[in-house]
């Protein structure tokens, strides 16, 4: 069984509070089970709760030995991992993968530096875990056991992957932090920086890229999609920022015969009736039109592929 289960579903910040009770106020972290084997995607603020249960659920099991996955180290989706319980075992056995996201940083040298004495008392070197550090780039994984991961690139301000998990004929797939693929070349020939040859290329390069992205949703069962504003609030400066807009998200899920599309990385000033009312509206929109379902993230929802 391929199952994912939501402890963090915001972006940019925490944002706890009376109003965000029922969606919650964790930054991203995903439980991924592939029958017992644990995937953990982010280490968002929500691995903090997620620490917590493993450690009251499952170290009576045996050490805990899991895959982490990092979409991006940009600060929401790193900020928890100082207060990830496991980490002051030394039992605990933990493989962090990612992208390089600055300067060709080594994804080891982020963590350490986001565990400087400057921020937090206690230096990465004197976790009591054995930690294994990975930089990816696109490409395919076998964990064994018949579990794979995939990544793709998204488009961030930073190097961001998306990820592609299967296991028993099922899959999930994760799109965030990202927006569509644009062409950064001025398309106007009325602007003294258009360039003909330039416009074309770039307007191949993004349907490409668009393309491929499409290709790596297809048939997924559930998809796990960045939707932090509305199509209106997108069009109004939030072009390059890295987030999606609700609209763009249910068209490129519905065109890849996606099964259950999943809404995260809300907004941190989405409220629990905002958001409650902005699921009503999208699954009214789409009625009747596909049989593909739209779900709201929330903290503790569980969802089988």
């Given at each position: 069984?391929?199952?994912?289960?939501?402890?963090?579903?915001?972006?940019?910040?925490?944002?706890?509070?009376?109003?965000?009770?029922?969606?919650?106020?964790?930054?991203?972290?995903?439980?991924?089970?592939?029958?017992?084997?644990?995937?953990?995607?982010?280490?968002?603020?929500?691995?903090?709760?997620?620490?917590?249960?493993?450690?009251?659920?499952?170290?009576?099991?045996?050490?805990?030995?899991?895959?982490?996955?990092?979409t991006?180290t940009?600060?929401?989706?790193?900020?928890?991992?100082?207060?990830?319980?496991p980490?002051?075992?030394?039992?605990?056995?933990?493989?962090?993968?990612?992208?390089?996201?600055?300067?060709?940083?080594?994804?080891?040298?982020?963590?350490?530096h986001?565990?400087?004495?400057?921020?937090?008392?206690?230096?990465?070197?004197?976790?009591?875990?054995?930690?294994?550090?990975?930089?990816?780039?696109?490409?395919?994984?076998?964990l064994?056991?018949?579990?794979?991961?995939?990544?793709?690139?998204?488009?961030?301000?930073?190097?961001?992957?998306?990820?592609?998990?299967?296991?028993?004929?099922?899959?999930i797939?994760?799109?965030?932090?990202?927006?569509?693929?644009?062409?950064?070349?001025?398309?106007?020939?009325?602007?003294?920086?258009?360039?003909e040859?330039?416009?074309?290329?770039?307007?191949?390069?993004?349907?490409?890229?668009?393309?491929?992205?499409?290709?790596?949703?297809?048939?997924?069962?559930?998809?796990?999609?960045?939707?932090?504003y509305?199509?209106?609030?997108?069009?109004?400066?939030?072009?390059g920022?890295?987030?999606?807009?609700?609209?763009?998200?249910?068209?490129?899920?519905?065109?890849?015969?996606?099964k259950?599309?999943?809404?995260?990385?809300?907004?941190p000033?989405?409220?629990?009736?905002?958001?409650?009312?902005?699921?009503?509206?999208?699954?009214?929109?789409?009625?009747?039109?596909?049989?593909?379902?739209?779900?709201?993230?929330?903290?503790?929802?569980?969802?089988?592929?």
């Amino acid at each position: 069984m391929l199952s994912v289960c939501f402890w963090g579903v915001r972006g940019s910040i925490p944002c706890p509070g009376p109003h965000t009770v029922v969606f919650g106020g964790n930054t991203s972290c995903l439980e991924i089970r592939a029958d017992e084997r644990l995937v953990i995607i982010d280490l968002g603020t929500g691995i903090k709760p997620l620490g917590d249960w493993l450690m009251a659920n499952e170290l009576k099991k045996g050490p805990i030995d899991t895959d982490i996955f990092l979409t991006h180290t940009h600060w929401d989706h790193i900020m928890g991992f100082p207060m990830f319980t496991p980490l002051f075992l030394p039992t605990t056995k933990l493989r962090i993968r990612g992208p390089v996201s600055y300067d060709d940083d080594p994804l080891e040298e982020i963590l350490r530096h986001q565990l400087d004495h400057k921020y937090w008392p206690i230096r990465l070197n004197e976790l009591s875990a054995r930690i294994e550090y990975d930089q990816l780039k696109e490409t395919r994984l076998d964990l064994g056991g018949g579990l794979i991961i995939k990544s793709k690139y998204l488009n961030h301000p930073v190097r961001c992957l998306g990820y592609r998990i299967e296991f028993g004929g099922k899959s999930i797939v994760t799109a965030y932090d990202h927006e569509p693929f644009y062409n950064l070349f001025t398309t106007d020939p009325n602007n003294p920086d258009y360039d003909e040859a330039a416009a074309e290329e770039g307007a191949l390069t993004v349907a490409g890229e668009n393309e491929r992205l499409l290709q790596f949703f297809k048939d997924a069962d559930v998809l796990i999609h960045d939707c932090q504003y509305t199509a209106e609030e997108y069009a109004n400066g939030k072009e390059g920022w890295g987030h999606t807009s609700y609209e763009y998200a249910i068209n490129a899920a519905n065109k890849a015969r996606v099964k259950k599309l999943i809404l995260f990385h809300h907004d941190p000033n989405r409220t629990d009736d905002k958001l409650t009312a902005l699921e009503a509206e999208y699954r009214g929109r789409i009625k009747g039109k596909t049989s593909m379902q739209i779900i709201m993230a929330n903290e503790g929802l569980k969802i089988e592929a």
